[in-house]
């Protein structure tokens, strides 16, 4: 297949997920059933989020700079370890590859076992020839090179079983907001996607916020009230009961709103329903610790200069295309590894 051609297979596949359909709603139900923390709201947003970027003036934009590079197919093999905390995380490790030109061997996480299979099969129906360029498999073997996406304990195991191969290893992230007191409530309440959405479970997530010394938490708790209903996820609900509980029992200090816990700490991974806490005197502070903690962050959110990329309140979960996880460019950790 030529470049061209994978575009349009790939355009094709957004406007089939965006029309949606009576395989796909099944699709949805079913890994919601798999997984109770893919509820059909947070899967359509994953949904969303994809297709919007499968149109061919986005895809044709982001590998215009490779278009020589990628034109024909690879005979090299990308082995694929996929995350599985949120819907559809490994989609983007997926598109990487096969839209240039590679075949791949993915190996799904056990959390998300239905939705990459079913979009790889839609993706064979709408061009056949991806038929011998896709393996789902439960163990890989023959690959030449990986992308692999797992804990920090798992990472330490990646690099170990694939030190002789090029290979991209992702460990635990997470992500920070640094606030300066004069956010608008609509900028706040913005703020509470970036907490909330797909439960607080992504790495774009933000489980760290720096606020300015002396804030008002009544109005960060009085904006982000609209997300209450979180709390009604069994899940979520148990998470938020036993941290509260672990606190209480401490004596550790923390704000309640009754189902988001704030908690001074100088941590940046917070527990599920917890968000850490630092105050600071002057934004220097915070740049001088984000530059010390770099390698554990995947994205900030703040309207201030910062030392690391931002994004604007409410955006954490809305990547580009060249978003990439962990900074590193996957395009050209592919173009470097072509054959």
Same mark, same amino acid.
């Given at each position: 297949?030529?470049?061209? #051609?994978?575009? #349009?297979?790939?355009?094709?596949?957004?406007?089939?997920?965006?029309?949606?359909?009576?395989?796909?709603?099944?699709?949805?139900?079913?890994? *919601?059933?798999?997984?109770?923390?893919?509820?059909? #709201? &947070?899967?359509?947003?994953?949904?969303?989020?994809?297709?919007?970027?499968?149109?061919?003036?986005?895809?044709?934009?982001?590998? !215009?700079?490779?278009?020589?590079?990628?034109?024909?197919?690879?005979?090299?093999?990308?082995?694929?370890?996929?995350a599985g905390n949120i819907p559809m995380v490994g989609f983007h490790d997926v598109l990487c590859s096969l839209i240039s030109g590679f075949s791949v061997q993915i190996k799904t996480s056990s959390d998300d076992k239905q939705l990459i299979p079913y979009l790889m099969n839609e993706l064979v129906k709408i061009e056949p020839a991806f038929k011998t360029k896709i393996q789902l498999t439960d163990r890989l073997s023959n690959f030449d090179l990986i992308i692999a996406t797992g804990s920090n304990n798992t990472s330490r195991y990646f690099e170990y079983y694939f030190q002789k191969v090029p290979h991209i290893i992702r460990k635990n992230r997470n992500s920070v907001a640094v606030l300066n007191g004069r956010e608008s409530a609509e900028e706040l309440k913005k703020l509470g996607h970036d907490i909330f959405d797909y439960f607080g479970l992504g790495c774009r997530n933000v489980s760290k916020i720096f606020f300015p *010394?002396?804030?008002?938490?009544?109005?960060?708790?009085?904006?982000?009230?609209?997300?209450?209903?979180?709390?009604? *996820?069994?899940?979520?609900? &148990? &998470?938020?009961?036993?941290?509260?509980?672990?606190?209480?029992?401490n004596g550790d200090k923390h704000l309640d709103n009754g189902f988001l816990l704030l908690k001074e700490d100088k941590r940046i991974a917070s527990p599920l329903a917890v968000v850490y806490y630092e105050e600071y005197t002057e934004l220097k502070e915070v740049l001088t610790r984000?530059?010390?903690?770099?390698?554990?962050?995947?994205?900030?959110?703040? &309207?201030?200069?910062?030392?690391?990329?931002?994004?604007?309140?409410? !955006?954490?979960?809305?990547?580009?295309?060249?978003d990439y996880a962990d900074g590193i460019n996957i395009l050209d950790f592919l173009k470097a590894n072509r054959r």
């Open positions: 297949m030529t470049l061209n #051609q994978r575009i #349009q297979s790939f355009v094709k596949l957004g406007n089939l997920l965006a029309e949606g359909s009576p395989a796909l709603t099944e699709i949805i139900q079913s890994a *919601h059933r798999h997984n109770a923390w893919f509820t059909p #709201q &947070n899967i359509e947003q994953a949904l969303k989020a994809n297709t919007e970027h499968l149109s061919e003036e986005r895809l044709t934009r982001w590998l !215009e700079s490779y278009a020589v590079d990628f034109e024909q197919d690879s005979p090299a093999t990308v082995g694929l370890v996929l *010394h002396g804030y008002d938490y009544a109005r960060f708790f009085e904006a982000i009230e609209s997300f209450s209903s979180i709390s009604n *996820h069994f899940k979520y609900h &148990n &998470n938020y009961d036993y941290n509260k509980a672990i606190y209480l029992v984000l530059d010390s903690v770099q390698d554990s962050i995947q994205c900030a959110v703040s &309207n201030l200069p910062l030392s690391i990329p931002a994004t604007g309140f409410g !955006e954490s979960q809305q990547p580009g295309l060249s």
